[in-house]
Nanobody, 114 residues
Framework: QVQLVESGGGLVQAGGSLRLSCTAP????????MGWYRQAPGKQRELVAT???????NYTDSVKGRFTISRDNDKNTIYLQMNSLKPEDTGVYYC????????WGTGTQVTVSS
């Protein structure tokens, strides 16, 4: 069973920063497209940022210029650096790996207070 291990969520004031981490098994990490998604209360899960194994990066418009996704291939880990956080960034953040199928982490809570 493939496990994605997330960490780094928490409570922060508006304007603050957090960094999320997600570690995946090396067997899929080196080939997988990795990404972060979030789900706010009462809303559907949405894409935040993705990075392919080849380094192509995509962000949803609302986080461009504030969030940065990056991969550390030596540690089989992706990161999401979140700066200038806003209350509307609040939600459960999920890590996803795509390699033949989708693998999801269990999620980490991010709460931004106003």
């Amino acid at each position: 069973q493939v496990q994605l291990v997330e960490s780094g969520g928490g409570l922060v004031q508006a304007g603050g920063s957090l960094r999320l981490s997600c570690t995946a098994p090396i067997s899929i990490f080196r080939y997988a497209a990795m990404g972060w998604y979030r789900q706010a209360p009462g809303k559907q899960r949405e894409l935040v940022a993705t990075e392919t194994a080849g380094g192509t990066i995509n962000y949803t418009d609302s986080v461009k210029g504030r969030f940065t996704i990056s991969r550390d291939n030596d540690k089989n880990t992706i990161y999401l650096q979140m700066n200038s956080l806003k209350p509307e960034d609040t939600g459960v953040y999920y890590c996803k790996a795509v390699w033949y199928t989708d693998y999801w982490g269990t999620g980490t809570q991010v709460t931004v207070s106003s």
